[in-house]
């Protein structure tokens, strides 16, 4: 035996497995097709969001919270109906979605601050919803932001592992790929694959995949925490639901190149039960990042509740396409709507005054003051006047942004970034006076312009991500800016079926022994705890929640 765990996949849920192990005395080979600089996955590069219900953070904002109320929220916007029948797809994801949001609104922040996770006093509201009591959405703020940003979650558990390697309980064998799972008996044994050529490529940089030679690593079980399919469109276009109607032809990346399914293929060849693999969770408000680490890299505009929103025509999306409200019903009027499906895009408008208070950008690099744990540039940038400098860059360098002090040039400076001038400027000026004629008052018939209101009313989206109600045509609030919104690729909801210890599912229901799976690769959590919807904030926490429940049955079992 080359470990007791062979772990595959150096992100969140593989190191957070990883910690479980060592601290119990297991010996860890710790095995990822990329280099040493990109320890920590896709985690390093979030905003570092974390789902949370009833903290303290909340209770300071006035926010009231609890299980009961999460939990509907949860179960709403799941919307499981795979529960029927024979070994249905749904059962245990169910059944880790409960788990999950007990832990959550228990043990979870006090687990978190034990590890090395500290909380901004920040609390979001993001995916507020489809506008029914139950149904899709938050019902109050849950989105906590780490200190540190992404780097604040991963980077705790990326030092313990590299302080056990260095005592001797872990192995990493980095530039290692995998290409199959050894089974022996029916148990899986280890694994064997590809040593790629070595390669110093930055983190997040696409590297070689020269191959220099193979290799075999053995051992008593093994953890599968590859992540999803974001970063191979083929893969996308493969599972992309026929509900969501056709897929853009053009789509931008929010994830490495590495993070490329490929191990899902593998473990199923090896008899793994994959599930839901249709349910997949892409943003639609992605703009190209004007300085670039992987290909087509792209970065998501975390909005506000003020931004305009029109589709390639020029028409105001409907209502819950509203920014932060509804991602899946976003996407899906986007795509189904038959004069749309032909266009990849769509467009925020702007006034200076929104942008300065609304626009956060996904990503630990986009976020300098909240990464670099500056306590004074926070409340410079989200609370004092101007925009955030990575958001001002975006203004000023971004493909997709473009300004100007009438409409009219505004819109001549959108058509420009089409291929065909789509947009009519009296049209879309009729929409905005039509939207600015409601802001006189506090009450209003506009449902955008209701939730406007509402945001404010929730004390931390006031003081820093709700901009004064006012008029989009107001000179004093502008310049006003023009956003091309492309689709970004990010999660799989589905993945490897798993109990709720982790451990990998055959399509007869039975374990496959030896073979656990953790994060993204298992729906983060029994092939897909979020069904259809995710309520945000529970990307990062899910990696965790998964990651502990394998390692934790595994230290107890070999």
Not at 171 to 176: I, S
Not at 221 to 238: E, F, K, N
Not at 274 to 286: A, C, F, K, S
Not at 356 to 375: C, H, M, P, W, Y
Request: proline content about 5%.
């Amino acid at each position: 035996m080359d470990a007791d765990v062979i772990v595959v996949g150096a992100g969140l849920a593989g190191l957070v497995a990883t910690n479980e192990l060592i601290q119990a005395g297991k010996r860890v080979a710790l095995v990822d097709q990329e280099n040493a600089a990109n320890l920590g996955g896709q985690a390093f590069w979030s905003f570092g969001g974390l789902f949370l219900v009833n903290s303290p953070e909340q209770r300071r904002l006035g926010v009231r919270d609890g299980f009961d109320l999460a939990w509907r929220d949860w179960r709403g916007s799941a919307g499981w109906d795979r529960l029927d029948g024979p070994l249905p797809e749904d059962e245990w994801a169910v059944r880790w979605a409960r788990a999950y949001v007990e832990f959550a609104a228990g043990e979870k922040r006090d687990w978190l601050r034990r590890h090395g996770i500290k909380l901004t006093p920040m609390v979001g509201w993001a995916e507020r919803g489809g506008g029914q009591a139950f149904g899709h959405g938050n019902s109050v703020p849950r989105f906590h932001v780490a200190w540190g940003t992404g780097t604040g979650v991963s980077e705790p558990f990326a030092q313990r592992a590299r302080e056990a390697a260095g005592g001797g309980l872990l192995t990493f064998h980095y530039r290692r790929r995998v290409d199959e799972l050894l089974v022996e008996g029916g148990r899986v044994t280890g694994v064997a694959g590809a040593i790629l050529t070595p390669d110093d490529a930055g983190r997040g940089a696409p590297s070689s995949r020269e191959v220099v030679g193979g290799y075999t690593l053995k051992a008593q079980a093994v953890v599968l925490a590859t992540g999803g399919i974001g970063g191979d469109h083929d893969l996308v276009r493969r599972f992309w639901p026929d509900r969501l109607g056709a897929p853009p032809r053009n789509m931008i990346t929010g994830v490495p190149a590495y993070v490329d399914g490929r191990m899902l293929d593998i473990a199923g060849a090896a008899g793994a039960r994959l599930v839901n693999r249709d349910r997949m969770w892409h943003y639609v408000e992605g703009v190209r990042n004007w300085s670039p680490i992987w290909p087509r890299h792209a970065i998501r505009i975390l909005p506000g509740p003020s931004a305009m929103w029109f589709d390639a025509l020029g028409r105001r999306l409907p209502f819950p396409a509203l920014p932060g409200y509804d991602t899946v019903a976003t996407l899906r009027h986007l795509r189904t709507t038959p004069d749309l499906a032909e266009h990849d895009h769509s467009w925020f408008i702007v006034t200076q005054k929104i942008l300065e208070k609304e626009f956060a950008l996904s990503g630990s690099e986009q976020n300098g003051d909240i990464t670099n744990r500056r306590v004074l540039g926070l409340l410079r940038s989200r609370l004092g006047k101007g925009a955030p400098p990575e958001v001002e860059a975006f203004k000023r360098h971004g493909a997709d942004f473009v300004v100007a002090d009438t409409l009219e040039t505004l819109v001549g400076r959108m058509n420009a970034l089409t291929e065909q001038p789509l947009l009519d400027a009296a049209l879309i000026r009729g929409q905005i006076e039509d939207r600015d004629a409601q802001m006189a008052n506090p009450f209003t018939k506009d449902l955008q312009v209701m939730g406007i209101h509402n945001s404010r009313r929730a004390l931390g989206d006031r003081l820093a991500r709700t901009a004064t109600p006012h008029r989009i045509l107001d000179p004093r609030a502008g310049p006003l800016i023009g956003v091309k919104l492309h689709v970004l690729t990010r999660k799989s909801l589905g993945g490897l079926q798993t109990d709720l210890s982790g451990r990998v599912l055959t399509s007869s229901g039975a374990a496959l022994e030896g073979l656990f799976a953790a994060g993204e690769a298992a729906g983060f959590g029994g092939g897909g705890m979020h069904g259809y919807n995710a309520l945000e904030g529970t990307f990062l926490g899910g990696c965790i929640f998964s990651g502990r429940a394998a390692g934790r049955a595994l230290a107890g079992m070999v």
